[in-house]
């Protein structure tokens, strides 16, 4: 197993590698960048000489190779550079806004396990009933509607009836505390977009654990259990749950990287100061370094859920072993 | 029972043979046996033609600004689902934003995987190095969560709808070609390709004429699945402020302001939505039905 894992992290190398190559290369394709959106970004007259000397300062006129080779040398010396907007260290700007998008991906997460483990169940247990079906529409409009506009739609919401209850609009504070500073506020800030998220990621496990339920509860062993007089909710929890739960782990796992993405849009809705947001205005800005970095950021957490999920894999089901 | 009498089995009869049905009849068949996709697929029509008759069936001009008429709550004179904050309709904006919606999701669902298909199956036919170093490409395209590649493309293309199509597309590609790959290796190993390289078939003709139409279920499965994927993404690139830009009606784009607007105009923050989430539930439903058709081994239970 510490073989398999080592070597999944050496293919991995290549993989981080090319990615840096193709988010370096891709930024620089186009002419354009950060000093003439700072300067020249509102459609002023910008100075040459000024934007010349911006490019100086920020190393935007020293060779593609030198220039990558500083953006990929930083990964190992833990010196990642500037933002080439805000000028403060890329690490500072990244550490001061991961505990926010950690917290809400991870309640998203436990939304979503939270909804869909017990209505996929109930899905593939009634199959074919009103219940099923309600189960399954509520599934597939997780799927359609946007997390964003849920988004909006549960803050317009939350303004209406505490309008309507309490006469005063009500909205989740915008300012961050940490969970442990104050954790009420804190928790009234950040379910909502937890809740915004994980509803999408649901949709997907929902879907998933009913298939999977689906497929055990017709196996024989389910049977027997059945055979032999056992009380249902036993026959379910223990014999086929615990088998049908593989691929929903695995889906709810993936999903997790995906998070980080779907943060992007979340956050941008209820002006959360996450990463999410950073890494949008990074973009609008031609920030080229602190875009590139958080992109490999995504990729590196990408990477290591899917291996996590290969090796938990392994550790659920004794019948999968890796070599 | 006289033993000159031949009773036939009933499977030698064959009256059973089904007579040619009619078109009507078909469709009947398509409802009873699809009836959510057909459900899908009548969202998907109606788009169309409401798309293609824009100009006959909305109301106001979609640009037209009309500072008289700023924040109209829906059903005042004439504005069924009121207006914005420039004063412009809300349904005609909503109804020429369909034409944006489904242009993007055409246009990158098709595209997108028809280069998908060729870099598959041309990956899956040459094999060896060829096959290598493009999986290894898309390995690292595949190591990137949907929208980060999408807004990275956005980030140096600029904003725009071609360049949102642009970026829609590259991240396509590579989900329809791992797909289609893994089809085309077992058809790779039939004889009949082997007898058209005997038979001395350039490689183009053997992968477009032998291989392409075998690899057809999974390519219409995946383009199906684009199509819905494809509007949420322009929705939310646009509504992100970096996807089509005003004043051309875009669902996601209308969305982006609406927060603003919550005490004035509330209804600026539901039609749009609505609208895309009415569409992607339409196009999945069919995307759906039409996996099933296609793939029985998928078959949803």
Redesign the interface.
């Known amino acids: 197993m510490g073989k398999y894992i080592l070597k999944r992290i050496l293919l991995m190398l ?3 590698f ?2 840096a ?3 370096f290369f ?2 620089r ?2 002419p ?1 960048d950060v000093c003439e959106v700072r300067l020249a970004g509102a459609g002023l007259y910008a100075d040459p000489e000024a934007i010349k000397i911006c490019r100086e300062n920020l190393g935007l006129n020293d060779p593609m190779m030198v220039q990558f080779w500083t953006f990929v040398s930083g990964f190992f010396t833990w010196d990642l550079g500037v933002s080439m907007w805000t000028g403060a260290p890329v690490l500072h700007e990244i550490e001061i806004r991961f505990e926010l998008s950690l917290q809400v991906a991870i309640m998203a997460t436990f939304v979503a396990t939270v909804i869909s483990i017990p209505l996929g169940i109930i899905s593939a247990v009634k ?1 074919n009933t009103g219940l099923d079906y309600a189960v399954r529409g509520f599934a ?2 997780g ?4 997390s ?2 849920l988004g ?2 549960i ?2 919401g939350l ?2 009836l505490t309008q309507h209850f309490t006469g005063e ?1 009500w909205m989740p504070p915008i300012d961050y505390r940490p969970i442990w500073v104050d954790p009420m506020y804190n928790l009234s800030q950040l379910i909502w977009p937890a809740i915004a998220t994980g509803y999408r990621y649901s949709a997907v496990a929902t ?1 998933m654990t009913r ?1 999977a339920m ?1 497929e055990v509860l017709r196996e024989d062993y389910v049977r027997t259990a059945r055979a032999k007089g056992m009380i249902e909710k036993v026959v379910i929890n223990r014999h086929a749950l615990k088998n049908a739960l593989l691929p929903v782990v695995t889906i709810i796992a993936l999903e997790f ?2 998070l ?3 943060l ?2 979340t956050e ?2 209820f002006n959360l100061n996450g990463l999410g947001k950073l ?2 205005e ?3 800005n ?1 920030d080229f370094n602190m ?1 590139q970095n958080l ?1 490999m950021l ?2 590196l957490i ?2 290591l859920t899917n291996l996590i999920v290969d090796v938990a894999y392994a550790w659920l089901d004794p019948r999968i072993r890796y070599s | 029972m006289s033993p000159d009498v031949i009773t036939i089995p009933a499977v030698m009869q064959f009256d059973e043979v089904a007579p040619k049905k009619s078109l009507a009849q078909k469709s009947v068949d398509l409802v009873r046996k699809q009836p959510l996709g057909t459900f899908g697929l009548g969202i998907v029509v109606v788009m169309l033609v409401t798309a293609v008759l824009a100009e006959y069936i909305s109301p106001y001009n979609p640009v037209q600004e009309n500072f008289a008429a700023m924040f109209a709550p829906p059903g005042t004179d004439g504005h069924l689902f009121g207006t914005d904050e420039f004063g412009r309709d809300i349904l005609t904006r909503l109804i020429y934003g369909s034409r944006t919606a489904l242009l993007v999701g055409f246009v990158c669902a098709l595209v997108g995987s028809s280069i998908g298909l060729v870099i598959g199956v041309a990956s899956a036919y040459f094999s060896g190095v060829v096959d290598l170093i493009l999986q290894r490409i898309l390995d690292v395209f595949m190591a990137f969560p949907l929208i980060i590649l999408a807004l990275a493309v956005v980030a140096t293309l600029g904003t725009g709808i071609q360049n949102v199509m642009i970026a829609i597309i590259l991240v396509f590609v590579p989900r329809c070609a791992r797909v289609v790959r893994s089809n085309a290796l077992a058809i790779r190993e039939i004889p009949y390709v082997d007898a058209a390289r005997a038979l001395g078939f350039s490689h183009m003709r053997i992968i477009l004429r032998h291989m392409v139409p075998n690899v057809m279920a999974p390519y219409l499965i995946m383009a199906t699945t684009f199509l819905g994927q494809a509007i949420l993404l322009e929705a939310s690139l646009s509504f992100l402020g970096l996807g089509v830009q005003d004043p051309i009606p875009a669902w996601g784009l209308m969305l982006t302001n609406a927060s603003e607007y919550f005490e004035a105009a509330p209804w600026l923050a539901i039609y749009p939505g609505v609208a895309i989430s009415l569409s992607v539930f339409g196009f999945n439903l069919f995307g759906d039905a039409v996996r099933d058709t296609l793939d029985p081994k998928l078959r949803s239970r």
């Open positions: 290549p993989t981080l090319g990615a190559i193709l988010i891709l930024l394709l186009v354009g199959q597939i409009a799927i359609a509607i946007p964003f506009w909006l739609l803050i317009l303004l209406i609009p879907r298939s689906l990287a995906f980080m993405g779907g992007v849009v941008q809705v890494f949008v990074s973009v609008g031609q875009t992109v995504v990729v990408f990477a």
